[in-house]
T-cell receptor, first 115, second 113 residues
């Protein structure tokens, strides 16, 4: 079975500062990796995903994540955050093969951007 | 496309009552997932359907919970009888062959008093 660990439950950061949200996973087989974002009283929205190829993936709003196979990590970063980035961020994995299509989520990291 | 549609958005019910949550997946999607979100346990997969057939229901907490998918465009999650510990946000998500990710609805916030 696969599992996801998000090491920080809360990350406060000042506006325009850089941020890193950490994610480690455990799986005996290869997985796809995802970051989802959840704004208050909303559903989860896909932020970015790693499937294969380049280990650095980017979102349209300035976030990036790097897949590190040796460290089984997929940390999310942004060089300069905005107030509007305040949300909960979830790391997730899914098996690359077989019929299982469900996502396994980490416990989430609440990012709070302070003025 | 309107995305995944869940109803109701909010539900308050008394302990012991039956509760039915509804989900309409994105048209053309053939996989449907029910997740539960709580502060204590985070996001848990309850059940997963593929082509309207339940594939994995190992996350369903107990016999009080049941889920159905009578056709490709509709699914229900029923709790009978409901208990205060069932209070949570319940999400439905759908996916399709060719997509690796799941698309989530807005969720139903259930409060059992």
């Amino acid at each position: 079975a696969q599992s996801v660990t998000q090491l920080d439950s809360q990350v406060p950061v000042f506006e325009e500062a850089p941020v890193e949200l950490r994610c480690n996973y455990s799986s005996s087989v290869s997985v796809y990796l995802f970051w989802y974002v959840q704004y208050p009283n909303q559903g989860l929205q896909l932020l970015l995903k790693y499937l294969s190829g380049s280990t650095l993936v980017e979102s349209i709003n300035g976030f990036e994540a790097e897949f590190n196979k040796s460290q089984t990590s997929f940390h999310l970063r942004k060089p300069s955050v905005h107030i509007s980035d305040t949300a909960e961020y979830f790391c997730a994995v899914r098996l690359t093969s077989g019929s299982a299509r469900q996502l396994t989520f980490g416990s989430g990291t609440q990012l709070t951007v302070l003025p | 496309d309107a995305g995944v549609i869940q109803s109701p958005r909010h539900e308050v019910t008394e302990m012991g009552q039956e509760v039915t949550l509804r989900c309409k997946p994105i048209s053309g999607h053939n996989s449907l997932f029910w997740y539960r979100q709580t502060m204590m346990r985070g996001l848990e997969l309850l059940i997963y359907f593929n082509n309207n057939v339940p594939i994995d229901d190992s996350g369903m907490p107990e016999d009080r919970f049941s889920a159905k998918m009578p056709n490709a465009s509709f699914s229900t999650l029923k709790i009978q009888p409901s208990e205060p510990r069932d209070s949570a946000v319940y999400f439905c998500a759908s996916s399709a062959t060719g997509y690796t990710e799941a698309f989530f609805g807005q969720g139903t916030r259930l409060t059992v008093v």
